[in-house]
């Protein structure tokens, strides 16, 4: 992504994006999403969004133990 990015700041988007097989609109989107960054912060970003990923199964597992362990509870009394 990086890569086509800069590329596109070399040479025109059109000639960048006919290059590397992606629309124009591709590749104004993620300017504005990865602008500035180095391929090592692209990285980084993936691998925090995977983690967060994780992170919000687990929690929305949490919460459906949590309300079927409350509906067994109810239905004891």
Known sequence: MVA???EA???SVAAAAKKNKVSE???YARR???NGMEPSDVK???ALE???????R??????LEID???EVNRRKW
């Open 4 to 6: 086509i990015l800069r």
């Open 9 to 11: 700041e070399k040479t």
């Open 25 to 27: 609109q591709t590749i």
């Open 32 to 34: 504005q999403h990865f």
């Open 44 to 46: 980084r970003l993936k």
């Open 50 to 56: 995977t983690e967060n990923a994780k992170l919000k």
């Open 58 to 63: 687990l929690l929305a597992e949490r919460d």
């Open 68 to 70: 079927l362990m409350r």
